[in-house]
């Protein structure tokens, strides 16, 4: 009995199959089929880009429009950054003394902020400036009397003290 090969069919499928005898096509299939998971992945988020592009390009649409009505205060800041680069560069000797010293330490940073809020707390409180030797003297012994006052004066004067030592 003859042997006889099996028909070879025509048309697309006869296409396909001629392609997957190609080692370069299977080896490609291979590889889409051992990633197929991130594939899928991948194929849902643009999936779900896509359906959300006219948000996503109403979105961008208004960010530009923003970013255009800023265009002088872009410019206003350009040239603020450039001088205070400038600044920055002689400064940064000076600036890194007092980063590295007591003041950046939390203790530091209450006393200041308790210095600034009396400055502020002072400045809204002061009353008239008393007027000649007599006024000044009268405040200043109405001063004395306030513990408050008192407990500032000690600490200005125990500063002045360690300042000495150090200077």
């Known amino acids: 009995m003859p042997v006889l090969d099996p028909p070879v069919p025509a048309g697309p499928s006869a296409a396909i199959r001629d392609r997957l005898d190609d080692p370069r096509v299977a080896d490609a299939l291979t590889t889409l089929l051992e990633h197929a998971d991130l ?17 996503i390009t109403a979105n961008l649409t208004s960010a530009l429009g923003d970013f255009k009505g800023q265009s002088v205060e872009l410019s206003q800041l350009s040239a603020s950054l450039s001088q205070l680069s400038g600044a920055l560069v002689h400064a940064a000797p000076a600036l890194t003394t007092l980063l590295k010293s007591p003041l950046t330490e939390p203790a530091g940073a209450e006393v200041i902020a308790a210095l600034g809020e009396a ?49």
């Open 119 to 167: 400055m502020v707390s002072a400045r809204q409180s002061t009353a008239p400036t008393p007027r000649g030797v007599r006024g000044l003297w009268k405040a200043v012994r109405g001063a004395a009397k306030d513990p408050d006052v008192t407990r500032g004066v000690v600490y200005l004067i125990e500063m002045a003290r360690i300042f000495g030592r150090r200077v």
């Open 39 to 55: 594939l899928a992945v991948l194929v849902s988020g643009l999936d779900a880009f896509v359906r959300r592009g006219d948000d």
